[in-house]
């Protein structure tokens, strides 16, 4: 988005570099173009970003899309980022130069809120420090392709801009869904963002051909998803699954992990988690489903 909020022509996607004013929101455009499948890279030296996108190139599997954060951090190397614009150009390289910024307002009040000094005022007048970026950074500023505005924003906000933006030049990764089954006897998933009991559900343990076989089985499928709880429960799961997804992703996660539970981990946690795959990647979904407690022991418990 350049000043006219428009793409400007010209807009090179596979090569980024991000810079601006400390405070105006360089780390989480690097993290939503991370999402985005780029190989992101924070405050190189300037003068070794030549050198590292010919290297890029020259990998057995080539970085196809590069975004890398340059700011005033770099101290005397930040006055080599002209000399290494032009090395790029005559190696017929031109990066898009996001630039971002806010009111000065604004920026003090975000050092305030996080306690940071700002890094040209290690000591003195945070407004001091930003008023002097500014003016290093104007010569360019002047040669960005998007400059963006962030004194308005919300972190989600400018999140949202920039997958506006870029999307258009790159294909937008989904979110990540992982699936966990457990078994509540051998303790929770501790990286679970939703965990779901079903305990509750018919039990194959007592079902003595079924006993030795896992919710892989379509025999034990069968008989965990037959009755009119599980269907009335499967069909409220997805739903609840479906209004929560574009919600997450709004918010700027990239990953979800859902866990879900019986008492041993390996019959109906295991069904439900193969039925709530099927249903996800029929909706595109990218699904990664880890089954934790599939291969423990079947013996001296209540539930596998």
Do not use: W
């Not at 807009?11 to 989480?28: E, R």
């Not at 892989?216 to 409220?236: C, E, H, I, N, T």
């Not at 041993?264 to 407690?293: F, I, K, M, P, Q």
């Amino acid at each position: 988005m350049s000043d006219t909020g428009e793409p400007m022509e010209g807009f090179n996607a596979n090569l980024v570099l991000i810079t601006g004013l400390s405070g105006a929101g360089k780390s989480q455009a690097l993290r939503t173009l991370e999402d985005l499948g780029y190989y992101c890279v924070d405050n190189l030296p300037p003068a070794l970003i030549p050198t590292f996108i010919q290297l890029s190139k020259q990998l057995e599997e080539p970085i196809s899309k590069i975004a890398m954060g340059v700011d005033v951090r770099g101290g005397e190397f930040f006055e080599d980022l002209s000399g290494a614009l032009e090395t790029l150009s005559l190696d017929g390289v031109k990066p898009a130069i996001l630039f971002l910024e806010a009111d000065d307002d604004v920026l003090v009040r975000r050092y305030k809120e996080t306690r940071r000094r700002h890094p040209l005022s290690p000591q003195g007048s945070t407004l001091e420090g930003i008023r002097d970026e500014r003016d290093m950074l104007s010569d360019l500023r002047s040669r960005a392709t998007l400059i963006m505005d962030t004194s308005n924003l919300s972190p989600s906000e400018l999140r949202k801009q920039l997958i506006e933006v870029f999307s258009k030049q790159v294909k937008v990764q989904k979110l990540l869904i992982t699936i966990v089954t457990f078994g509540f006897k051998y303790g929770l998933p501790l990286d679970a963002d939703l965990v779901f009991d079903v305990r509750f559900l018919p039990n194959p343990h007592y079902v003595a051909d079924l006993k030795p076989l896992t919710g892989l089985d379509p025999k034990v499928s069968r008989y965990v998803l037959k009755s009119s709880l599980a269907k009335g429960f499967f069909s409220r799961l997805t739903r609840f699954v479906d209004f929560l997804l574009p919600a997450y992703v709004d918010e700027g996660k990239s990953h979800l992990t859902i866990a879900i539970g019986c008492t041993g981990g390996r019959h109906r946690s295991v069904a439900l988690a193969e039925a709530l795959r099927v249903h996800l990647e029929a909706n595109e979904h990218t699904v990664v489903v880890e089954h934790r407690d599939i291969e423990r022991g079947i013996s001296g418990g209540l539930d596998h």
